[in-house]
Each structure stands twice: as C-alpha cells, then as structure tokens.
C-alpha cells in the first residue's frame, strides 16, 4: 500500500475524480476543466472514463448537470435563429417503437404558429429513428446546412435535419466513451447530452416525451421519473422552458413500426386524424405534446386550450398542408410520395394469424422493436444501413377481441429468413387472455413542467 | 439516447465492466480475460479504469478478489524456495511512521528456526519503507537475485530485498493505473495486490500488520477490520495461512523516524530488548507479530509460546547475532555499521521543547511523518531520493509528563529551511494536557486469524 503521488497535468484531474467519487460538489470551473482537458487531450480517456463511472454511482444534482451540460455546448457551433416574436420550441423524444409523434407533432405545432427547429436521430437497438422515416421520401433531404435550416422554417413553420458534427462535439467524444466503459445509463449524463443538443439548436423552450415501459429505455415508472426530473430541472438551471410528459411505451405506438411505413401512418393521420382507432393512441401523445409546445411558447394559457388547437389545426388539414410544404421546402416529391402510399412494400409479405381466444391485453413493444431490427426497420450496430420498406403493421391493439386465425398483424420482409426471424419475436409479443385480465392504461402517465 | 452498440474486442470487456457494476459476480475466467486483455494491450486502459471505479464502489467478495490475485501472480515470476520441513513465513505492514518493526521482527523469527523471505518496499508519502532504512548500512543490498535471496536465507534464515520488476508486473500496471483515476483506496484491490505480492515471493503463510489511526492509510478500526478481514479471507481463498493483526498507528513506533536513525533503534532493541522505554510499544507489536509468524509456521502451539518464544530470541542476544550475519551475507559491513552508531548524523540538529505543563496525551504520527517528508525520510513523489541521515528522536512518548523547556524531540536536519519546515510539523504534533486527560491505549487492537 504505497502511496505513489502524481506528478503533471493529470494530478487535478485526479483531485477531480476524488471529489466526484467522495460526493463533492464540482464547480462550474471544475468542470470546464475536465470536459475542456478531455476534448484537448490534456486529460486522458483513463481518467475520463473512472469520472464517469463515479457519476454513474454518486449522481450529480441540477446544478452540476447545468454546468456540464453548458460546458457541452460550448465545445461547439451553435445555431442563431432569427428573432421572433413566438419562441422556437422543439420535442425530444427518449425514443420508442412505432414512435412516428414528431412526424405529426412538427406540422400540426408549425400549423399554430410556433416555429419548431427540430433536429432528429437514427435508428438503433430496437428503437426507430426519425432521420430514418423522413429519408423514405423521394428527395427529402436531412442533411440541411444551417441557412437552409432557417429557411425552411421561414418557408413552413418548421424543419427536420440531422446534427452536424460541430453541434456539441464533447457529446459525441462522450458518448463514444460512455458506450464502452458502461457509463451510458447515468441520469445525469443521459440529460446533459439530451439537453446540450437541443438548447445548441437554438430551442428556446423544449418539451420531452420520457417513454417509460417494456419498449423504452426507462423501464419503470421511477427511472423515467428520474429522468423527467433531471431534464426539467436542468432546463431550468440553462433558463430554457421545459416540460417532461412520461408517456407509456409498453405497447408500439400507433399500428406502423417501419421506416415508410410509419410515413404512411403519419401521413393517414394527418389526412383524417380519427380514422383509424389504431392510431389513437399516437393521436393523444401528439396532441398532449403539441399542446405543451404550444403552452410553452406562450401562445395558450394552458395545456386544455392547447389540445383543442392542435386538434384544430390537425382536423382542419392546416398540420397536413403544413406537412406538404416542408416536403418541398426539403427536396422531397410530393407526387411521388403520394404514389408510394399503399403501394411501397418489400418483397415478402407474411400475415400472422392468433392461435388464441380473447382479449389483446398487452403487445410487447421491445419484441415487436427487435422483430424490426431483424427485418432491417433499425441497426444493430452504428453502420448498419437500415432498408426503407420493410417493417410490421400491427391489425389489432390491445384491448381488441381475437379469434383463432383472425389476423394480428403482416409482416413486411426482405427476405424469408428476415421474416421468419421477425415472427419468431412477433410470436412471444402478443399476449391475448380473457377480458377480465384487460385492464387499459393511460399513456399519458405523469407531467413535469418547469414554465 | 441512442443505444451505439460496441463491436470488436472491446465488446466482452463492457459485458464485464457492466456486469461488476450491476454487482454481478466475475467468474476466475472472466477475470483473468480482464487482467490479460490489460496486459497485452487487447482491452483499453479507459475500460480497466472505468471497471476499477466499479468495483470501488461495489466492492468484492473473497472470492472474486481470490481469482484477481491469482491472475496477478500468474502474470509475472514467482520465487520456487527451497523445499523446508518449516514453512516460509513473511510479514506486511500496511506502512506507518516509526514503524522499524520488519528489521528486528525477521532476525527474532529466523533465530527461532523459521525462515523469512522478505520483499520490502520503499518509503512513499508519510510512511517509511524498509528498504531505504536497509540502504543506509554501508555495502547492504536491497537488490537481490532470486538465487541470491535463497543464499541468503540459507546462510542466516531470512533475507530482505526489493521486488523485481518481473514479479506481478499486473500489480505495477494496475497500481500505475489506479493512483491516475482514483481508485487506490478500494479494500478489494488493496488485498489483491498485497495478498498477490507476498504470495509471489513464496511465502506460505502470512502475517499482517493492518495499522489503524492517524499515521495510516486505514484511519478508522472499522477501516482496517474490512482490510484485515479482506487480507486473511482471500488468504483463505488461495490456501496461505493468514493472520491479521491490527495495530495502532495514532503515535509513531518507537523513538525514532527516520531511515539510519531507525536502524539505530532497531539495534539497540536488538542488544537490549528492554532498555529503553520509548521503544516499548515497538517490542510489543514486534513480539506479537513474531508469535503469530510462528504459530503460522506450526513450531508453537499457541501465541503465548510464541511470544516467549521471540522474547527469548531477542533476550540472549541470538535475533542480534542472525541480524549481523544478514548483514554479512547481504554483502553489509558490521564495522562501518558499529562505527556509524550515535555518529551518522546530518550537519543541523536543532531540539524542540515544551512549552506545556502535563502529561503528553498524543503524538500525531500523520504530522510527524510529514515532518520526515521535508527532511526527507520520505518521498512526495516515486522518483524523490530519500536522505540516510535525517529525522526525527521523540524524548517522549504518550504518557510521559512535561514541563515548559523539557526537550520533547529532536531534529536532524540537511538544511535550516528543512528544519523549519519540520518543526511547523512538529509544533502542531504533540497534545500536551492534565493527566486525567490520559487514557492509555492498547497497540494491539484486535486479531484475525485463518490458521
């Protein structure tokens, strides 16, 4: 049990470490210093990576995630939007399957007048990417560069684009480490890597959708809990409106889970928002979060006012037209898209019929999120190319009644092997017992705001 | 919250990293993928340190620490000893200030028949090392060949050197590591590198001075009971008989700090067990550890044998005559070492008095030891060249009564500023009050044995 001392840059580091591991406090300064040694090289990924871990472990209060998340920011660009007179609010999404809200949410909060700057992920693991969705759309481009971007708003309301590489770099060399040393499930970490992102964009308020359930990355209500209030209070801490919505993700959302195909039920419902009972839950998250957006950007009173706006601009076709314009604005065809509708489809196509008697009562969103990944919805790994057709199109949700050989849902594959992959999981994801055993939950399931 | 899933060989390192932090246990194979991936380069240094911070805060079970410190012995050399009909017995301290206990503990226990393979190590922070204390006999060496060291056994019954670099290079890898990222004070990790060091050297029981108090590295007895236990319960685990001994560490050992003033006071215990009082709880620790060491070795029954055992050795003056023959056989010049005796001193001695009236009721053997760094007894970093001659004698020990201007220690110095800079120390180190303010405290605080 020597005690070697340390000698050189890393020494302060070390006491950093220490301070974390021991439950200290660390400044504003503390911290700049180790994202900033670490983006330079001055502090070694060894260190960075035992700090992380003892984040993982002790946690890190409001106030330290508002200085890492700042810190974050500052190792990159960010954007300068126009001033306006309403404020730009954007919606991140914890992600989920058959997760298509934003497709729905952007339009319909750009239709009531809240410019919405939205920059979106991929696909990956079992959950589905918005990037992923849009690119199925002849020309539609996600690669916008920031003028662009702020002309697309101008055009429509809103605009969706991937992240540059020089928005929040120190998230990327973060998360890169974060993923091989076990530190990726950190509350703290997951906020500060959410929030620099979207306050680097330029959003002046932000509504969450923390997915809890089977299907979501917070498994318990507690976790997504957790979450909500780290993101919230470290909105407030940045001065950004926030509100969290935990939001149930046991089940798929909607009746699409595909890249195209979750096009095609965005677009259904933007058509005609109640058609389809399927898509009702998918409805009641879009309009409780556009409501938010709304709220957030001051232009209702409160979230009731809101709904009935974005139910509004949703029945009116407003949030439709809306959706036209930035697919223009974007490269996208409309005409071609219009033509692929219904008509889009991989080789195979496969219906899965019950082989039970009763009620649907629950439909395993992460089976139904991996059967997916095996028909090449979402990757397994980063490089992964993802295939724009395939996918599952659920006939029932739970609560519906099913006979024997009534159809539960089609399978849509590349190839056969694909499908029977994507069966096997389909098989154990659908769990139909007697009416007595269904009992519906809301999918709105808890609200934090910080307005 | 995008899940990048990990590719290549980075892969299983994760699974483990995850699986220690999710308090799962590593299985021997697991473990040893760690430790070799490390050592040949195929897992990162950021995983390790990120695993390492893990299992500082989850901790060990014997078990698991028993599979570490096996793979650590398998990654470098381990000494074959001589088959013997009486078993190898070593010692390790924890470290402390004053504690000269290994030069007078190995001669007492070779001169009751059991040999004494000693690897040592060098003073670092507040605490001394043997080593240093051993390098200042004129001609000694500390540097041994394995060959060299079964001689010297052979010639008088133990021998001391340091520790080549080939034996457990994973411990020198690791500790390099840990005192980088935080992770030294982590008891699973301590034992394995301890337990692993002394295990590679051949012993084949073992006893552990485990220090409690001020001057060690385990502030708390609930600190050095988790040690303790740890030491002897992964002894257990790789079948070496094991005892604990935890001994105060709140005053420094003995009357002297210092390297040659230590061999001093050895000496002088070694000629005459029980001339001088302030060398009382020196004798006490030494006996008891030297009892142990022979109850370990089997050639007595009890510890109350073994200490009148050791007792007799160091009475007939036989523990003095192996001493002397150590010396010879190391290559060490008993005249110039006789002749060195009350003479070897640096060019300042200055003496320090009190300036209170009572009974001394502490010494801080934190303060003191420190004293010793800036006369240089000690290292503030690994590369630091200690001095032979300087330190620190204590006129009094705990429990002793002073009057203003009693000489309290003395001083000796290279320099004025080191001096100074000592007694600063030095001024802060004594606790002078009423007598019914005394308590005498044992220095022999609680046993743990696995025989």
């Known amino acids: 049990m020597v005690f070697y001392a340390v000698t050189g840059g890393t020494v302060r580091a070390l006491d950093l470490i220490v301070k974390t591991r021991d439950r200290g406090i660390l400044t504003a300064e503390e911290i700049r210093f180790l994202i900033n040694g670490y983006l330079d090289g001055s502090i070694p990924e060894y260190q960075i990576s035992a700090w992380l871990m003892s984040v993982f472990f002790v946690g890190m209060d409001a106030e330290q ?9 500052r190792s990159g660009d960010t954007l300068r939007l126009p001033r306006r007179d309403i404020p730009y609010v954007d919606k991140h999404s914890t992600g989920g399957v058959g997760d298509k809200v934003s497709l729905i949410l952007a339009p319909a909060v750009a239709a009531c007048g809240v410019p919405v700057p939205m920059m979106s992920g991929r696909a990956l693991g079992h959950t589905g990417g918005t990037l992923d969705k849009l690119d199925t759309i002849p020309g539609y481009s996600t690669h916008l560069s920031p003028d662009e971007f702020v002309s697309v708003i101008e055009q429509c309301g809103f605009a969706m684009t991937g992240q ?21 499930e950190s509350v703290p970490l997951i906020t500060a890597s959410i929030v620099s992102k979207k306050a680097a964009e330029g959003a002046q308020a932000l509504v969450f959708d923390v997915k809890c359930g089977k299907g979501a990355f917070m498994k318990t209500i507690e976790e997504a809990r957790e979450l909500a209030e780290s993101l919230v209070s470290t909105c407030r801490a940045l001065e950004i409106r926030a509100v969290a919505v935990i939001t149930s993700m046991e089940a798929p959302l909607g009746y ?17 928002v109640d058609a389809d009972p399927r898509s009702r839950d998918l409805v009641e998250v879009t309009v409780r979060l556009g409501s ?30 809306v959706f036209r314009k930035n697919v223009a604005a974007q490269g996208g065809d409309n005409s071609k898209l219009d033509a692929m509708l219904g008509t ?38 980063a490089t992964d190319a993802v295939l724009p057709d395939v996918g599952v199109v659920l006939h029932v949700k739970p609560g ?8 539960i849902c089609t399978v849509f594959a590349a190839t056969r092997d694909a499908a029977a992959r994507a069966r096997q999981e389909l098989d154990g994801a659908f769990d139909v017992a007697s009416d007595r055993e269904y009992e519906p939950k809301p999918i709105i399931r808890e609200e934090i705001t910080a307005l």
């Open 65 to 73: 995630i508002g200085h890492l998340t700042r810190e974050m920011i």
């Open 164 to 184: 540059s590489d020089r928005v929040v770099p120190a998230d990327k060399r973060l998360y890169a480490l974060r993923d091989v040393t076990g530190t990726v």
């Open 256 to 272: 699409a889970v595909g890249n195209f195909l979750e096009v095609e039920e965005s677009l259904a419902v933007l058509r005609s």
């Open 292 to 321: 938010w957006m709304l709220v957030a950007a001051g232009v209702v009173p409160d979230v009731a006012a809101g709904e009935k706006m974005v139910r509004d601009a949703l029945t009116s076709g407003a949030a439709a037209d």
């Open 344 to 381: 889009f489809r991989p080789k195979i196509e496969e219906t899965v019929t019950s082989d039970a008697d009763g009620v649907v009562v629950g439909i395993d969103a992460f089976r139904v999120g991996m059967a997916g990944v095996y028909l090449g919805v979402g990757r397994s790994v």
């Open 400 to 407: 519906d009644r099913v006979k024997p050989d009534d159809p």
